[in-house]
Structures are given as structure tokens and as C-alpha cells.
């Protein structure tokens, strides 16, 4: 029987997809949301053929935004169950099943997946004090790495989908949906048998925002006020706030180099600016009909 997962990611080399063609159970359905502006003529050519081959429906988009591909995604999927996968990841063979069976013997809507990251490959965390993502126990839990995660396809569109105002490296995206989705009542499982390898490529889709720790602008710091915003709390709100800066100077990279400081603390001030004008006009939720409308339909 086929699976009723569509992985859903952007991609920048084939790769990722040489492993996901290899799951058994196979996908129904595989949609790709190229984020990238230009790929290298290897991987357009090798993308083009897949698509005419109808091995994957290759969709492109505008312009680099996490939310907006996955709300894309969900606007576009068939299926009841959505599987969303980072492009620069090796998944392991039983990926979809134990997707899939967490779903069925948990009655989870959203199920998080187990992601080894480069410098957690081989060490076992098995009696690790405290939840990780390269954890091999199985837990409720209250957030999900957006790189590998299944939910169910209706449950996500009725809690309007991710929030496109998480722009530029959309961070904190996952958190923000998690909260709505922890606020409706519903629980997250993670499920440690759902394993994919993160390879962490420095380049393609929203990487292109650049490295944190050496820019002024606000690419970065955006989605940490506009979370804080969104699921304000009074005083404990207020505090992350007023930390917010302070951690992001304090680090290794400003201590050995403080001259990159003011440039730091101008991208969180502008950060701020930014995150308090996208809150005044409220989120940005999905909607299929523009989503069909921003999104280049099948093979180019």
C-alpha cells in the first residue's frame, strides 16, 4: 500500500532526493519548493528531467521564504499527511513508515522526527538528562525542527498555516506554529525512528541571508522579536525582549572581535523596528488561492 505522505522541501542539489526516491514505503507524491535563485546547471538539468519524468512536481517560488514554501506546500499536497523535509538531509529507510505509525498509534496531528546533526553523528544519546532532537527516546514535546516534521494536512490549513511574517531566515517560524498549535489543544509526539542526517550546506534558498555574526543587517534577528511579540506573556515576554541583545553579542565571535559589536546591536535594533511593524498589522496566514498564484505550476 502507498504511503499518504507528500515529502515536501526545497532543494539545492539532488542528493536529498536520491534518498527519499529509495524509501519504502514510497511517497504518493513528491513536491520540490525551489527557493533558489540559480542552481548550478547540473542540478537544473537533473531537476528538470525528474520533473518531466513526474517524479517529483518542481515548484519554483519568487523569492527565498520558509513559510511561504511550506503554506505552498500545504496548498498544493493531495494527501491528508504532509511530510516536510530540509533539503540538504540524508533520511533513513523506514523515514515515512514510522511517520506513519506514529500517527496511527500515538493520535498525533504533528509528529517530529529525529535530526542528527554533523557533530552528533555516533554519539548516543540514549541517557542524555534532557530532550534534544538527536535523542533516541520517544516524547511529548512541546516544539519541532522544521526539516523534519509530518502534520495533518487540514489541522495545519485550519490554524492558518505558517506565518509569512517570519521573513528573511524565518527564524523561529516552527515555534510560532507550535504555540497556536499547543493553544488549540492538540500535542506534539516526537518519534525518534523518523531519523534524517542534516548536512548543514552553507549555501542556496534562505541561506543566502548570510552568517549571522557578521552583518548589521536585521535578516536574522527579525523572527526572535516578531515570536516574542506574537506570543507575548507580560514580564517574561518583556525579559526576553531586553536579552535578546545581550545574547547576541555575547559570544566568542564579539569577544575576539568586538568591532563587529555596534554592527550587531544595529541589526537587533532594526530587527525590533521591523518585528513591532509586521505585529501592528497582525500575521500572515495561509492562503491557497495566492499561494497557487505565487507558485510556478509543475515542470518548468
Request: proline share 6%; with cysteine.
Amino acid at each position: 500500500m502507498r504511503s499518504p505522505f507528500q515529502p515536501t522541501g526545497a532543494t539545492r542539489s539532488c542528493s536529498t532526493l536520491a534518498t527519499i526516491f529509495a524509501l519504502e514505503p514510497p511517497a504518493d507524491e513528491i513536491l520540490v519548493l525551489d527557493q533558489t535563485v540559480r542552481h548550478d546547471a547540473k542540478t537544473e538539468q537533473e531537476l528538470h528531467a525528474l520533473a518531466e519524468q513526474g517524479r517529483i512536481r518542481h515548484i519554483r517560488l519568487q523569492a527565498p521564504s520558509i513559510p511561504v514554501a511550506m503554506n505552498v506546500g500545504l496548498a498544493r499536497a493531495e494527501a491528508d499527511l504532509v511530510l516536510f523535509l530540509d533539503d540538504d538531509v540524508v533520511v533513513e529507510p523506514d523515514l515515512i513508515s514510522a511517520h506513519i505509525a506514529a500517527h496511527r498509534t500515538q493520535d498525533a496531528n504533528l509528529v517530529a522526527g529525529r535530526v542528527i546533526q554533523p557533530w552528533q553523528e555516533g554519539v548516543d544519546y540514549s541517557t542524555a538528562p534532557s530532550f534534544h532532537f538527536a535523542t533516541t527516546r520517544p516524547a511529548w514535546i512541546d516544539q519541532f525542527m522544521g526539516g523534519n516534521f509530518s502534520v495533518d494536512r487540514k489541522t495545519a490549513i485550519s490554524l492558518g498555516g505558517f506565518d509569512e511574517n517570519f521573513v528573511r531566515v524565518a527564524y523561529n517560524f516552527e515555534a510560532e506554529f507550535a504555540y497556536r498549535y499547543r493553544c488549540s489543544g492538540r500535542r506534539i509526539y516526537f518519534e525518534p525512528a523518523a531519523t534524517i542526517h542534516h548536512l548543514k550546506i552553507p549555501s542556496g534558498g534562505t541561506r543566502t541571508f548570510g552568517e549571522h555574526l557578521r552583518t548589521s543587517r536585521p535578516d536574522h534577528a527579525v523572527g526572535a522579536y516578531y515570536y516574542v511579540l506574537r506570543t507575548w506573556s507580560g514580564w517574561r515576554s518583556l525579559r526576553a525582549l531586553m536579552r535578546r541583545p545581550i545574547g547576541a553579542i555575547a559570544t566568542r565571535h564579539h569577544i575576539r572581535r568586538p568591532w563587529w559589536v555596534p554592527m550587531t546591536l544595529l541589526a537587533e535594533f532594526r530587527g525590533l523596528m521591523w518585528a513591532i511593524g509586521l505585529a501592528a498589522r497582525g500575521p500572515k496566514h495561509i492562503n491557497p488561492e495566492v499561494c497557487n498564484a505565487q507558485a510556478d505550476a509543475g515542470p518548468r
